[in-house]
């Protein structure tokens, strides 16, 4: 079975480009969720959709960044301008037809380096 | 300047020993606690879930502890390989609609 899938797995880009992030849910599952992991600040929830609807994106750092989910296969982040401060692991989450009480499944994460 | 990361609780075991690893939640309400395991270079991996309504969940070698009085959780590890060495997290569902509030980690390390 496959499991969320992220692409790419490493993006090194120039302070001030544009960086997009991809994200596949597991085929089946209705809630997806954007996260940031840096050893400052531990796994962050930036936000999240439900039926590809954004629920909740008050983890949204700044304007700089968004996301969007134009259907229940697809979602991206964005970041634009990028700065040295948005290096980090991005992960990606899906899971199943209950928001309230269903177990996250994670992809394997987007290094991102911002020089 | 040099940056600070976070001090993430170490554990370290000898390989066969059993590892509890512990994990104090935030809020009352939460009814739905997750445990992660977390290896180098790759994403969260769901280990074992347990429901308010109950005090223990046993899994594969893994069994998790709830006491919601003091609002702490556990994980144990029975005899515990060097596969197992990674960060474990747990996680609460704050009936947030979804959302899990993810605790700090704790590294565990397991000596051959």
């Known amino acids: 079975d496959a499991g969320v899938i992220q692409s790419p797995r490493h993006e090194v880009t120039e302070m001030g480009q544009e960086v997009t992030l991809r994200c596949k849910p597991i085929s089946g599952h209705n809630s997806l969720f954007w996260y940031r992991q840096t050893m400052m600040r531990g796994l962050e929830l930036l936000i999240y959709f439900n039926n590809n609807v954004p629920i909740d994106d008050s983890g949204m750092p700044e304007d700089r960044f968004s996301a969007k989910m134009p259907n229940a296969s697809f979602s991206t982040l964005k970041i634009q301008p990028s700065e040295p401060r948005d290096s980090a692991v991005y992960f990606c989450a899906s899971s199943g037809t209950t928001l309230w009480v269903d177990t996250q499944y994670f992809g394997p994460g987007t290094r991102l380096t911002v020089l | 300047g040099e940056s600070v990361g976070l001090h993430l609780p170490t554990l370290s075991v000898q390989e066969g020993d059993n590892s509890i690893i512990n994990c104090a939640y935030s809020n009352s309400a939460s009814d739905y606690f997750i445990w992660y395991k977390q290896e180098s270079g790759k994403g969260p991996q769901f280990i074992i879930d347990i429901r308010s309504n109950m005090d223990k969940r046993q899994g594969q070698r893994v069994t998790v502890l709830l006491n919601k009085t003091v609002k702490h959780l556990s994980l144990q590890i029975a005899a515990t390989q060097p596969g197992d060495s990674a960060v474990y997290f747990c996680?609460?569902?704050?009936?947030?609609?979804?959302?899990?509030?993810f605790g700090q980690g704790t590294e565990l390390s397991v000596k051959p």
């Open positions: 996680a609460e569902n704050t009936n947030q609609g979804g959302k899990l509030i």
